[in-house]
């Protein structure tokens, strides 16, 4: 069953259309995420299903209701962990996770054992007493954490909850959105790295440019492009070079799916089954390309988006 249903979203900035049509279903227990560049609508549809913006076409339900008709019960099942940190930084950490708390309505005795228990998840029970300024930004970024999730919300929507975090904040971070889920806590996740949501999502919707592209598991997205290999290919590209040129008549080639060319490594993803390999090797050769290493890859959700889009997944 579904716990959130989201059919034919539309949602306009004035002309501008950021959600374009967009319908995806997220089962209760799972993490699902919304992956996509930039500007992809990620946060525009977050910011829908907890009512935090108005939309202009299209139906939301949550939980079993409409959430136009029935925003304010809504919202008590809801913790956000915005894009944009929402801490106050005169106030301790216990102090914020105490205010988001009570703002979200948690009152009586669970409230202190709560407050305590989103610290300790996040890994800030040492912490409790620092103000956000003294922290770095990893602290900083699992304190939001800790003020979305302190009211024991059914439904978690995280939006690029690990953006400028180190390396070790950012596993801790992942765990224990795992560790949400585990719990029955229902999570919906935007990331524009691939590798975070291969990684935790059980199910993932590919936005770009308000669209949605692709939905379904990983192993689902992936099947889209088996046949289809990422080869890059070191090499120095000599002054007045003309990579475009280069590029847009490779796109061209029997069995090329995607260019992309950076300094001096260049990307070209192709298929398979026509041995396209050979060719492109040739094709370096009769540009006089030097080939200085060259590797290949097994598709990823990387290859679909460049596949369906044209572009890289930044
Ligand atoms: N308040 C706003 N007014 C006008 N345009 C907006 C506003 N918020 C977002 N947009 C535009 O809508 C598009 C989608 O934005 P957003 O949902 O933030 O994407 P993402 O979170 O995937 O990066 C972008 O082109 C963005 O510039
Ligand atoms: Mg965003």
Same mark, same amino acid.
């Given at each position: 069953m579904s716990y959130v249903s989201v059919d034919n979203l539309v949602k306009k900035y004035g002309e501008f259309t950021a959600v374009d049509h967009i319908s995806f279903n997220v089962k209760k227990g799972e993490i699902f995420g919304l992956l996509g560049p930039n500007g992809a609508g990620?946060? @525009?549809?977050?910011n829908v299903i907890t009512t935090l913006t108005d939309f202009d076409k299209g139906e939301v339900v949550v939980d079993g209701r409409d959430i136009r008709q029935d925003k304010k019960s809504i919202k008590q099942l809801i913790g956000m962990v915005p894009q944009d940190i929402a801490i106050y930084n005169h106030l @301790?950490?216990?102090?914020n996770v105490k205010f988001f708390a009570s703002l979200y309505g948690l009152r009586g005795s669970k409230f202190t054992k709560n407050v305590t228990e989103a610290l300790e998840f996040v890994g800030l029970s040492d912490k409790i007493k620092a103000k956000p300024r003294k922290m770095s930004g990893g602290m900083r970024r699992?304190?939001?954490i800790a003020c979305g999730i302190a009211h024991d919300p059914q439904l978690i929507v995280m939006d690029e909850p690990t953006v400028g975090v180190d390396a070790q904040s950012r596993e801790h971070i992942l765990n224990s959105i795992r560790l949400l889920r585990d719990r029955g806590a229902t999570v919906i996740y935007t990331s524009h790295y691939m590798q975070e949501v291969e990684e935790i999502c059980d199910r993932i919707a590919i936005l770009d440019k308000g669209k949605m592209i692709a939905c379904g598991t990983e192993p689902e997205l992936v099947s889209m492009v088996t046949d289809v290999?990422?080869?890059y290919v070191e090499t120095k590209i000599p002054l007045g070079f003309d990579r475009e040129a280069f590029c847009k008549k490779t796109k061209l080639?029997?069995?090329v799916k995607g260019i992309i060319a950076e300094d001096s490594l260049?990307?070209?993803d192709i298929s398979i089954e026509q041995n396209s390999i050979e060719r492109i090797i040739q094709e370096f050769i009769n540009y006089e390309l030097p080939i200085n290493n060259i590797k290949s890859e097994v598709p990823n959700l990387?290859?679909?988006f460049l596949t369906l889009t044209g572009r890289e997944l930044r």
């Open positions: 990620k946060s @525009t549809t977050l @301790t950490a216990y102090e699992r304190l939001n290999m990422s080869v080639m029997p069995g260049i990307r070209v990387d290859t679909l």
